[in-house]
């Protein structure tokens, strides 16, 4: 690209990260009206001790504001068993809190058992950056699943496994 050719810089900076694999989780919580979540890309590790994690959510969405307002939320980490479920949470409406796909942690939190990992955080801090909010959370509780699959991401807005296939020597 010449140096004096014009760039759309939102556009060029969606069409980056369209390219760049990310993993799939369901970050959900309790509201006013019953359980609500949505699907997340952007969820990355910061620190081991304490365990802590952070995400953005675009703050034009229902659920991003449930999320935001919750004094504690689920982070559930996807394979491949749950991307019927990450699809789900990445259209509108959530499923109702009578729905099976739900269970109950010791806590009392509803959360999807079929997630690979189960993460159960509180928020440490949020910033709101134009139209997303960065949250950093305080992971309390992890529960592990017992028939972890192959990784699930999100690549070029579709999802794809990775397999042992994928992995290069």
Same mark, same amino acid.
């Given at each position: 690209?010449?140096?004096?050719?014009?760039?759309?810089?939102a556009?060029?900076?969606?069409?980056?990260?369209?390219? =760049?694999?990310?993993? /799939?989780?369901?970050?959900?919580?309790?509201?006013p009206?019953? +359980? !609500?979540?949505? !699907?997340?890309?952007?969820?990355?590790?910061?620190a081991?001790?304490? +365990?802590?994690?952070v995400?953005s959510?675009?703050?034009?969405s229902?659920?991003?504001g !449930? /999320?935001?307002?919750?004094?504690?939320?689920? #982070?559930?980490?996807?394979?491949? =068993?749950g991307?019927?479920l990450?699809?789900?949470?990445?259209? %509108?409406?959530?499923?109702?809190?009578?729905?099976?796909?739900w269970? !109950?942690?010791?806590?009392?939190?509803?959360?999807?058992?079929?997630?690979?990992?189960?993460?159960?955080?509180?928020?440490?801090? %949020?910033?709101?950056?134009?139209?997303? %909010? #960065? /949250?950093?959370?305080?992971?309390?509780d992890? /529960?592990?699943?017992s028939?972890?699959?192959? +990784?699930? #991401?999100? =690549?070029?807005?579709?999802?794809?496994?990775?397999t042992?296939r994928s992995?290069?020597?």
């Open positions: 690209m010449p140096a004096d050719a014009p760039v759309d810089i556009a060029a900076y969606k069409e980056a990260f369209r390219g =760049h694999p990310a993993g /799939v989780a369901v970050i959900t919580a309790e509201g009206s019953g +359980p !609500t979540g949505l !699907t997340a890309s952007s969820v990355a590790s910061v081991v001790d304490p +365990p802590v994690l995400f959510l675009s703050t034009n229902g659920s991003a !449930t /999320v935001l307002g919750a004094p504690l939320f689920v #982070v559930h980490l996807m394979d491949v =068993h991307v019927a990450a699809k789900r949470f990445a259209s %509108t409406g959530s499923p109702a809190a009578d729905d099976p796909i269970g !109950t942690l010791p806590s009392g939190d509803r959360y999807l058992p079929s997630a690979a990992a189960v993460l159960r955080c509180r928020p440490l801090s %949020t910033t709101p950056i134009g139209s997303s %909010t #960065v /949250v950093v959370a305080e992971v309390l992890i /529960v592990l699943g028939d972890r699959g192959e +990784p699930l #991401v999100y =690549h070029n807005r579709e999802f794809h496994s990775l042992e992995r290069l020597s």
